[in-house]
Structures are given as C-alpha cells and as structure tokens.
C-alpha cells in the first residue's frame, strides 16, 4: 500500500509515487465520471461512450451518495435571460414591457394567496401522566436496528429502534394510520435513498406498500408545508429591513396589558360533520354518494377572531374607510374584508396586502387599493393612529416605495386610477390645515415672507465640502442631485424626487388633456401650490413647465364663464372654465417664490387683466358661490399684494383706487355684522385685511419714489444698476390714511367684546401694521412738513395709543403671553407624530389650541404690530418714548421674558421655525423700545439686566432671514453699557470682594503666573473695569467678525425696511439653524485660530503677530470675562468643555501670543472663573463638544506646542494639566506619559498657583495597567520630578504608591505586577524617592511636597512588603529617619 505524502517532498517525489501506483495497476479509491448535462440529456447522449478521462470537466464521487445534491426547497425551473432580452413582439406595448421590467418593491412583494389547509395532518399528543410532554432521550433505547450499509445519524437509528418496539408491541390503530403512513414513508424515503429493500416492519399486501409509494410526493408536501408552520419567522420583526419584509416588517398593533405566555394553540382537529356545513349534501346529487367533508371544509363559518396574547404585536388591518381595525372586532363578512389569505378570520386589507392589491390587472381594485391608501395616509398624518400602532405609517411606506408607487399610478390611462393617485399624493404632501394658518398670519408682521418647504437633510449637509463657498456648495449640490437616482433624492426630499419624475408634465396633461372631476383639479393645485412652497428653484420648475400655467389661467382663471355656478343647487360637473380661488392661490404661493416669476406672471401669463378682474367687482357679483367669491377676491388681492412687495404692479392702484376707496368706506358696514362668529364673517374679515396689507406694500414702494427719482435724475456715473421709480407717488397713497385710522378707532373700541375682537383680529393687526409703515415712510418725504408729521403723531399717542395701553384688556393680552408663548411651551410646535423628515410640515394638522402663539385667543399678532408702530412713532419723535415707558413695566410681560431667555428654545424644525420668527419679532421690538428707554427715562436701569439677558438669548436664536435685527442687536443692545448696569454700581469691586472671600475656602482661585515674570498681578475687578470701558472697541471687533454675512444682510434689510426694489424673494433662506452659532462670544478667537491654521497648512509660518490681532483677542476675551461674571446664565447653553477648547486656541494660535500681557491676564482671569467647583463639577470632556470633532486630538496638538513654545509658563501648564483628571479618558494621560514625556521637564506649574484641587487627579486610584507602569518608569528614570512637575510627581506618587500596597483581588498579571514594583521599589537606589513610594500616606496643600508621609509603615502594609520582599526579619524593616 502506498503512504501519503509527507511534509517536505518535493514534487519529483510526487511524480515518483504516481509511476509507482501506475505501475502497481491497482484500483483508485476514487473514480472519475462525467456529470449529466441538463441541456443535452442524461447518460444516454452521444458523448456516453467518451472515455472518462478525456472530459473537461472532472467530478469526484464518493461511495454512498448521489451523484445530484437534492433540492432543499422546489425550486422553479430555471428560464434563460437571454432568451426573454432578445423576443420582443411589434404589438407588444410599452405598458406591457414596463410591467414585465419592473423591479421595484411593490411588483416584488410577495403574493397574496390563499393557502390550502385542508392536507395539513394534525396529530394530538401522546396523553401521559406527567404534566409536560417527557423529552426524548436516545440513551434510553437499548436496542438498535441495523439498516443496511446506509449512513445515518445515530438519533435516526435510535428513533427507527423505537419506532420497531412501539409497533412490535401494538398493532396500529385507525386513528394512528396518519402516524403509521409517515413512518412508513420515512422508512421508504431513507431506505429507497440508500439503495436498501423495504423493511420487513411494513406488514401487509404489496398493494398497500405500492399504494404508500404512490402517496409519497403528496406526504412529502403535507410535511415541508407543516415544517413551514411550524418555523415560520415572525412576521413583525421590527428590526429586519423593508425591502426584505416589504410594509408589513415593522407596523403592528400595540397590544397592551397583554400577558408575556404564548397562548396554547389548539392541535385537535375537529371532526366536520352536515351540521357545520352551511349547504347540506344529498345524496340524489351526482357524486355525493360519499361525502369527503375535507373537501367541503372551505365552506365552513370563519372562526371568530381571537387576540393573541403574546409579547409581539399582531399586524394592522384597515377597513375600506382608513379606518384601523381591533385585532378582536368580529364584523360580518358582506363587508368584503375578509378576501385575503392570511389571518383568514381577521377582517380588514394590511398594508402590504394594499400594496399588491394596487398593482391588480382589475381596475376596480387598483382604485380601491390606491383610495385606501390615500384615506390611511390622511388619518395617520391627523394622528389617529399614534396611539395604536408601533412606528411610523408614512415613514413605513415611503420605505416600501409608496411615492413612486402613486407616482407610476399617476401614469396609469384609466381615469379612476389617476384620479384614485391624486387623491392620495394629495394626502401624502398636503396638510390644508398648514395652508389655512399660512392664509391666517399673512396679513401678519412679515407675514407675507415664509421659510421654503425644503427638509432638513443635514445627511446630505455633511456630504458637502467645507472648503466650497455657497453658491459653489449650491451649484456642486444641484450637481450631485441630477445625477443621483430618483429614489435617492425622494429619500431625503420628496418634492424633489418627484420634480425629477417630471410630475408637473404630467399634471399638467391630466389638467389638459384628461379634464378630470372638480376634486381631482382641486387636489391637483394643492400638489402644485405645495411644490411651489419648496423653493424658488420648484416655481422656475413649474414656471418652465410647458403650457402648465397657460392651462391654470386659462381653464380656472377664465374672465368669464356659465354663470348657472352662481345658483343655489347647481351641480358642477367640471370646474374647467370655472374661476377657482385655488387656482389663483397656486399663482400668489407662485409669485412669492421671486421677483422674476411674479414680473412673467404678470406679463407673459396676462394676470394683470385677471386681478382687474376679479377686484373691481364686488365679491357679490361674481357669479360664483358666495365663500367661493370671497375666496377669490381675497386670494386676488394677495397676489397683488405679493406683486407689491416687489415695487411690481403698482400701475394697478391708479386704475384702481375707486375700488379700494370703496372697500375702505365698506369696513365701518363689515364692523357692524361681527358680532357673531361665521364661516362667511371670517372670510369678509379675511378680505379686508388683505386690502390693508396690499396697502401697506403700496405704501412703503411709494415711500422711496422720491428717492429713486433723484438718483435717477443725478445720473450719477458710479451706479452700475439704474433703478427705476415705480409708477406710484406719495401724494396718491397719503390720502388713504383717514380712512384706515377712523376704523382703527372703531375696531379699538371692541377690545373688550372678547368675541368680536377675535375675529376681527386679522384686520386690527393689519391696520396697526399699516400705521407704523405710513408714519415711517411720511417722515422720509421732502414733500411733507416734519412739523406736521410730529403733531399728527403726538395727535395719536394722545388720542388712541395711550387710552388703548390703558386699557384692562390690554393688560389681560400681556397676561396671555407666556401661556401662548413657544418659546415657554415647546411642545406647542413640536413636530407632529406621524411627520417624516423628506417631507415639509407645519404639524398644524387638526388644528392649534386657542392658547398658542397662532391660536385664536393669542395676543402676539396684535401686540408685535402695536409695538411695531410705538418704535417707529419713537423713533421719529424722540420726545414721545417717555409716553409709552409704561409698556416696559406691565408685569405679565416682565414674566414672560424672565421664563423666556431661561428656557431652552426648541429645536428648529420646519413646524418651529415659522412660529418662532413670529415671536422673535415681538421680543425684538421691545429690546427696540428699551433701548430708546434707557437713555430717555432715568429709573429704567430696574430692567437693563433683564433685557440685556433676553437680547443676548434673542442673538442666539434669531433664525437666517433675520440678519437685520441680529445686526440692530449687536449694534445698538448687546455691547450697550446701558444694559449692564453692574459696570457703574460696583460690579468689579464687587468681583474683588468676591475672590477675597473664596481666597479663605478651599476654593483657590489663584492666577498662575507667566514665563516673562515681568507680568504683575492683576485683579478680576480691574479686568472688569477695563473691560467695561472697552465696550465701544469690542463691539467694532465683533460687527468686523461678522461681516461674512453681508450679503444675506443687505437682504434681510430690504425686506425690515421696505425697500421693495430690492427684495428678491419672499422665500426666506432655508434652515439649517440660527444665524449665529450658540458659541458666537468665542468667534474672533475660533476665525483667527482658523486663520493661523489654515496659513501653516499651506506652508506659511506666522512668526508675529500684528497688533491688530492682539487686540482682537484681547477684546474677545474681555467680553467673554464680562459674561461669565455678570451674564454667566446666557452662557449656560454652551459646555464648560467647549469653552476651555476654544480658550485652548490662544496657546494654539502664534507662537508667543499668549505670553502678552493683556492675553495673559485675561486668559488667567478666565481660567480662574472655569476652575470654580461647579464649574470642574460640569466639566465633561468625554462627551462630543460642539464644532470640535476630537478633544483628543485638539490635546495632542496643544501637547506638541507646549513642547515648542511654552517657555515652561504655568499658565500654559495649567491648561495642559487640566484634562488629566482621572474622571476623564486614560488616553489623554497616556498620551502625555508614553507619547509627550518631554514636557514633564518643563511643566513646572507650582502647587501654590495650580487652581485646581489634588484629589482630582487621585480619587479613584488608577486601574490602568499601562499607565501605572509608565507612572512607575517615568518616576525611576528620572523623567518625572518634584522640582520639574510637582503636580504630576505627586499624582504619579499617590497612585503608584496605591497600587504596589494594594491587596484587593485581580488579575493574575495586575497581581504579579504589583509585586514586582513593589519589588523594584524596595530595591530603589534614590532614597528619596523610596520613601515617597513607600510612605506616602495622603494630600496635604500645606505641605510644600504636596502630600504627608507615614513615619512608619502601618502593620498591614508592612507585613505585606515583608511577605513580598522575602524579609522575614522584623528587625530589618524599614523606618523613617526622623
């Protein structure tokens, strides 16, 4: 016999061995055959008498299996791709082809079929005596069975021996036949596999084994069906992905007070007799002489529902309605909710059964899948299910593909189909709730301008490149958008993923072409008015789109029309031809996406002549429905309003001007038919509010006539852009002005008819927004007498402002702020359950509580116009601000700034933003107001520090489109000395006292000194001193740090101060979070830090510094000192950790900037502020820290430049000791003891000056294994010493000195290696040394070392040494000299 191979023959002697065994001719232990071809036959081909050797293809067999692996699970034939790539016939049409191409989820969902129960074998237990089932152990049987030379596991043998002794024991009975048939199939299937003959146990006729044969495939089926059963998976796994379990993965229904025990399912199988059949057989019928009740078991009653009492939810079902459906609600099956095969008895359609059902070839079920879809949408985005269903609905199926799934059925040629998706995309994107308080704040302060619908995809944010600016970041973004999938860019915006399906092309055919139902053109433009909500780039979109809005104005916009719609009863079967206010929303919502859309609105689509059209006739007389008319005329006036704001348009007003001269003289008449609540009375009211707001645009365009005119007429050569004057003059708007205030006075004199006055805010707030812009703009005109400008204004603080602030409903309005207020309430715009992030939302759906800020009893719109028109009256009467001091001191308004700038704002959201720009502008106007105060009134230094506290929250929370008023804060509020009133009443020796005080307690606030030692000490009161009268400079130093938002500043001042010429957009800038960052006091130092390091990046070396540059810095520090000592609560937001990492960047920044004088003492002054108890309390630098993406490595660099520049000044030493505490990562420690062990020599901070208590560094004990023994090494070689780094000599003493006595269990390796450095030390040559290792006892701040020593090691201890150190001699042992 030939040996194998060895380890290190070569293959010389490989090829020996094969001539060898070639020569012996013996027979090999393996044969070599040609596997069966599938395509070419079995063995009988042509190829079958080729010799074996000579095929290409070579297959091992082994003895006893077979040549095939047999199939786990049947498997399909296999069809061949290229055959269906390459056969296309000429009639086949491209629905066809796209339908047998699709691959996405909802084609690959798996079908919903009935499953066949009727051949599943059910077998009762084997009764016994024991309370649970005994397990089965093979051991217990003795006897086995030899079957053949066949291989079988050794639980197969045992279990075919139990099986032969129950049968030898008792002969089967009629109720064991199934059991027997299985056996017996098992029996045949393993013998027939391994070649064997039947087994002698099978008794009977051979027609009985043949008749088992044959029934074989059938039983095999009945098995693996009950296998299946038995380990099917969970069906609600909420952790498996949706594209492997399509839509009905995660949501199920929450089932609570449910007991954790799986109920027991029952495995009798109950006998079917006539009695359970609802069409009893008989016999005279063909075929029922034997009645096979199996077969008629399908004609059985559904069980009744049953809730199943487990841990894991059961699957939502819906009725037809939307409407979720109780796991245990038993409903009649003639409600056709029962036509589904899972949950046979559970009435309602799921999700993805919905799904599958959408994709039908019946157009019927197509539309009523996509109807309920559409209605659960609605009801999940109302909340409905919020309560009773895990997860999200929306979320779920925009995962599962429903967008493009609306969006495929949208293509669909069947009418209902179409309109079944509009239907439902309507639901998914609109919220008419978010529509109606968008229409409700319009007439509102900068009502008018409102934050596109665009989601914050801060995912794609951080895709973008820091380096690019904003409008290359823009045009690299749009980029990266075309050329991503639709998919992709619909899974983070929805709206843009369906602009790239191009949807307004096939809007606009549906809208063209298909000319569906009123409702379908009416969920049409509310897709298209939300589309344009997006951005300015979805109206250019829309706009492009061809013959899209020719369409809308045509077909819904006509001049004229049947006027059968205006009859009571009227049926309208299509609103083609039609004017529709919805329409006419969609072109206003258009207009307000740019100046440029709104001028081609105008223009190129004729609406000029439509405004005309629809507001020189009275709502009356349109021959519509009267809401409907209404509606229009308001919608109408909007839009000229939108136009308005532009400088656009104005050319109508001449035209005009009767009509609204007429609308004016109607309000006194509207006033009189308020005293009750009426859908038609708000409408009225509506209208006219947007007759004062398209005044108030009017105005203002008019207001800068005069100055455009004569910049015009100077022809001044510098000017690149020439604008011309609008066709409006001041003469023509000022006479309206009578009109207005006269129903101002009368409107004013319902404020205490709660009712009324409710519904006539809307007009009241515009009014009052209308006078503040009149005044404004009158005291600008060279045309008017500033004389009579002021007496006109003194005419109304006397007559109506005053008499109004005196009024008890007034006060009560103050009262109301805070209950209304968000910022107080931040869960009044809270984002609503069933949002989703690609989907912009107001979350206003079902309505906001009267108790909001846009609720219907709120007082901020009134208020924020009243305070509106105060500033500007003082503003222009400087002696009229003494008047209105008393606004200032109304207690509920006191209150509500107090709760205000302490509370935390919420989190900017899309359903945030837009209420909280409104209230920003309220607390804006009464900063305004306090600043005018506290120069006119002596007693306001009462609420300077309150107001400087709420302007310094207001500069971190004023939102991107509000430039002008954080520039208005900065300059005139922020740096005020007005507003800190500490600087003239003792504030800094107040600070001295303070440090005086601490100096006693175990607190040291002790300045560490500098390098230079040129440098005297200097007091925390003398820094506030100087600091304080530096105030003008660091406020320069600021306003020049923030000049990077020039450009979105020049906007936001166009639209705050009226210039419409200049206003572009009435989109506001997206959102993506405050203007300023939480931690703007630090942005001089962070941009010059920045600065430095991106010159050394590029190579540059920045050996000095100017002195500019100082300066900054010193100013920066100045003012973040004044903060933290008088304003140390408006700090609060930003970590004590990221307020050390940004003073680290005075070390970083130079290489000797912190070693001049004014830094140095700032910076020590500061430290001392961060190194107070409850400061080092909140000091967390494990935690991430805003805008630093590793403290780690910002340590190691500030490591890497103490080691180059620090001089060994203790101050700098300070900061690099600061992270070595033990509560906070090892590796900082590490990296100074193994990687950084240079600095150890210069670290020399004296214990007397490090403010910062020992035990911080020692408590715990360290557990580290790697850093005890770099303590223990740097200690031995000499690299760590007390007069070269006495604090961290006296951590690395504690701890090394804690670990070598200690005797608490540990690992084999920590216990070995204490005892070796005990060993070590024991024997240490450095007396010194020894002893401190040895004999250290605890911290001492009065020792000049740092910590006492025993004078003899305690008994404990000293047993211990003796034990490790092998001394046995108590006479030897080691004692202190005295």
């Not at 786990?72 to 009639?91: G, M, R, W, Y």
């Not at 017996?184 to 013998?191: F, G, K, M, V």
């Not at 004296?1246 to 560094?1257: A, D, G, I, S």
Request: glycine fraction near 4%; proline fraction near 7%.
């Amino acid at each position: 016999m030939l040996s194998r191979p060895k380890p290190g023959e070569s293959e010389a002697d490989l090829l020996h061995f094969q001539n060898q065994f070639l020569a012996a001719r013996a027979s090999p232990a393996v044969k070599i055959v040609k596997k069966a071809d599938k395509r070419k036959g079995e063995e009988g081909s042509i190829d079958a008498g080729r010799p074996l050797l000579q095929d290409s293809k070579d297959v091992v067999m082994l003895d006893g299996f077979p040549d095939i692996l047999p199939a786990l699970t049947p498997a399909p034939p296999k069809k061949s791709k290229i055959k269906n790539a390459s056969v296309h016939f000429e009639d086949e049409g491209p629905e066809d082809t796209l339908e047998s191409h699709d691959q996405h989820i909802t084609a690959v969902l798996s079908k919903i079929i009935e499953r066949d129960t009727s051949a599943a074998a059910v077998t009762m237990p084997v009764p016994t005596g024991d309370p649970f089932p005994r397990s089965f152990h093979r051991s217990e049987i003795k006897s086995e069975v030899k079957v053949g030379s066949g291989r079988k596991s050794i639980f197969a043998q045992k279990m075919a021996a139990k099986r032969t002794a129950e049968k030898a024991a008792t002969a089967p009975s009629a109720a064991d036949c199934v059991q027997v048939r299985s056996d017996a199939l098992d029996a045949l299937d393993s013998q027939e596999s391994a070649g064997e003959t039947p087994l002698p146990n099978i008794r009977g006729d051979p027609s009985l084994v043949a008749f088992l044969k044959s029934q074989r495939g059938n039983n095999e089926g009945q098995k693996k069906e009950l296998k299946m059963e038995h380990n099917r998976p969970e069906e609600f796994v909420e952790s498996l992905p949706v594209a492997q379990h399509g839509v009905r993965s995660s949501l199920s229904m929450q089932e609570l007070g449910l007991e954790e025990s799986v109920r027991k399912e029952e495995n009798v199988k109950v006998e079917i007799t006539d009695d359970d059949l609802p069409v009893k057989p008989r016999k005279e019928w063909i075929h029922m002489d034997n009645v096979e009740f199996e077969k008629l078991e399908w004609m059985k009653d559904l069980p009744s529902p049953r809730q199943k009492k487990t841990k894991e939810g059961m699957q939502a079902r819906f009725s037809l309605k939307g409407e979720l459906i109780p796991a245990d609600a038993d409903l009649p099956t003639h409600l056709g909710l029962h036509h589904h095969g899972e949950e046979a008895e559970r009435a309602g359609y799921s999700l993805q059964e919905l799904f599958h059902l959408s994709r039908s070839q019946v157009i019927q079920q197509r539309t009523l899948a996509l109807q309920v879809l559409g209605r659960i949408v609605q009801k999940a985005r109302a909340g409905e299910f919020a309560s009773s269903l895990k997860g999200s609905v929306l979320r779920l199926l925009l995962d599962a593909g429903f967008l493009f799934l609306l969006r495929f059925s949208l293509d669909d040629a069947v009418d209902n189909v179409m309109a079944a998706s509009v239907g439902a995309l309507r639901a998914l994107l609109v919220s008419l709730d978010d529509e109606k308080y968008l229409d409700w704040t319009f007439s509102w302060y900068q009502g008018m301008a409102t934050f596109p619908f665009v989601p914050n995809s801060e995912e794609e944010e951080e895709e973008e490149e820091e380096e690019l600016n904003g409008t290359e970041k823009s045009q690299d973004k749009k980029l990266k958008d075309e050329n991503k999938p639709d998919p992709d860019v619909a899974r983070y915006d929805v709206v843009k993923g369906l602009l790239k399906t191009r949807i307004q092309h096939r809007l606009r055919y549906i809208l063209e072409v298909v000319r569906p139902v009123p409702m379908v053109v009416l969920d049409i433009l509310h897709i298209l008015t939300h589309i344009a909500r997006h951005s300015s780039e979805a109206c250019s979109q829309l706009l492009d789109c061809p013959r899209l809005i020719e369409t809308i104005v045509r077909e819904f916009l006509p001049t004229q029309w049947d006027p059968q719609v205006a009859e009571p009863g009227f049926l309208l079967t299509s609103l083609h031809g039609v004017a529709c206010a919805s329409a006419m929303k969609f072109i206003r919502v258009l207009a307000s996406g740019g100046r440029n859309a709104t001028a081609r609105l105008l223009n190129k689509f004729e609406m000029k002549s439509r405004l005309s059209r629809f507001i020189a006739e009275d709502p009356l007389d349109l021959l519509l429905p009267r809401e409907e008319a209404i509606r229009l005329s308001t919608e109408a006036l909007r839009f000229w309003a939108v136009a308005a704001g532009y400088g656009q348009a104005c050319d109508l007003y001449s035209d005009l001007y009767p009509v609204l001269v007429r609308i004016l003289q109607s309000l006194p008449e509207l006033l009189n038919t308020c005293s009750g609540r009426s859908p038609m009375v708000e409408l009225s009211v509506q209208r006219a509010a947007a007759v004062v707001t398209l005044l108030i645009h009017v105005t203002q365009t008019a207001g800068y006539t005069a100055e455009l005119q004569a910049k015009l007429s100077s022809n001044s050569s510098e000017d690149s852009v020439q604008i011309p004057p609008p066709p409006v003059a001041w003469n023509q708007v000022s006479g309206l002005q009578p009109f207005l205030e006269t129903s101002l006075k009368k409107i004013l004199q319902e404020i205490s008819h709660t009712e009324t006055w409710q519904t006539l805010q809307p007009l009241t707030t515009a009014c009052v927004i209308y006078l503040g812009v009149y005044y404004s703009a009158c005291s600008q005109q060279p045309s008017v007498n500033p004389i009579d400008c002021l007496e006109e204004l003194e005419r109304l603080t006397s007559q109506v402002l005053q008499p109004l602030l005196s009024q008890p409903a007034i006060q009560s309005m103050w009262d109301l702020l805070r209950p209304c207020s968000a910022l107080c309430n931040p869960l009044s715009c809270s984002p609503a359950p069933e949002s989703v992030i690609s989907i912009s939302s107001l979350s206003c759906t079902g309505g906001k509580p009267p108790l909001s800020l846009v609720g219907s009893k709120s007082p901020f719109p009134f208020l924020t116009a009243l305070l509106f028109l105060i500033n500007s009256i003082t503003h222009i009467h400087k002696g009229l601000t003494s008047k209105y001091s008393s606004v200032l001191g109304f207690r509920g308004l006191k209150d509500y700034l107090h709760q205000s700038w302490q509370t935390g704002p919420p989190s900017v959201t899309p359903s945030s933003a837009w209420i909280l720009r409104h209230e920003y502008h309220l607390q804006y106007f009464v900063l305004a107001l306090a600043q005018k105060m506290a120069g006119a009134c002596p007693n306001y230094t009462q609420h300077a520090s309150l107001h400087h506290c709420v302007a310094m929250a207001l500069l971190s929370r004023l939102l991107p489109g509000s430039e002008h008023l954080a520039h208005k804060v900065l300059l005139d509020l922020a740096f005020n000395p007005e507003f800190l009133p500490e600087g003239k009443a003792g504030g800094p020796e107040a600070a001295d006292f303070s440090d005086i005080l601490h100096l006693g307690t175990s607190a040291k606030l002790a300045q560490p000194g500098s390098a230079t030692a040129v440098f005297s000490k200097v007091t925390r009161g003398a820094l506030l001193r100087e600091s304080y009268q530096n105030l003008p400079s660091i406020r320069s130093c600021y306003l020049s740090h923030f000049v990077h938002l020039q450009p979105t500043l020049m906007h936001s001042q166009a639209s705050y101060q009226g210039r419409n010429y200049l206003i572009q957009s009435m989109l506001l800038p997206e959102v993506r979070g405050p203007i300023l960052p939480s931690d703007w006091p630090f942005f001089p130092l962070i941009s010059l830090y920045n600065k430095v390091t991106n010159a050394e990046t590029h190579g540059a070396v920045l050996n000095s510094l100017p002195l500019d540059l100082v300066n900054t810095v010193t100013w920066n520090l100045q003012w973040v000192l004044l903060l933290e000592t008088w304003r140390d609560k408006t700090l609060q937001s930003i970590p004590t950790a990221a307020k050390l990492a940004r003073l680290m960047c005075v070390f970083l920044t130079g290489c000797d900037l912190f070693l001049e004088a004014p830094i140095h003492h700032y910076t020590a002054g500061l430290l001392s502020v961060y190194c107070q108890p409850k400061a080092l309390d909140s000091l967390n630098l494990d935690a991430p820290l805003p805008g630093l993406a590793s403290f780690h490595d910002l340590y190691r660099s500030l490591l890497e430049q103490f080691e180059g520049v620090s001089f060994g000044d203790p101050l700098f030493g300070v900061f690099v000791l600061l992270p070595l505490q033990k509560r906070f990562s090892v590796h900082l420690r590490l990296s100074v003891f193994g990687e950084h062990t240079n600095i150890l020599r210069a670290l020399g901070v004296p214990l007397q000056q490090f403010p910062v208590p020992l035990k911080r560094y020692t408590s715990p004990p360290e557990d580290n294994l790697n850093l005890l023994r770099l303590y223990f090494r740097t200690l031995v070689t000499g690299a760590l010493r007390h007069a070269w780094c006495p604090v961290l000599y006296v951590v690395a003493v504690a701890h090394v000195n804690s670990f070598i006595f200690s005797q608490e269990s540990a690992t084999q390796e920590t216990d070995a290696a204490r005892k070796s450095m005990l060993r070590k030390t024991w024997l240490l040559v450095d007396e010194n040394l020894k002893k401190h290792l040895l004999y250290y006892r605890l911290l001492n701040a009065e020792n000049p070392m740092g910590f006492d020593l025993y004078e003899q090691l305690p008994p404990m201890r000293l047993k211990y040494l003796q034990m490790v150190t092998q001394k046995e001699n108590k006479e030897n042992a080691p004692a202190l000299d005295s």
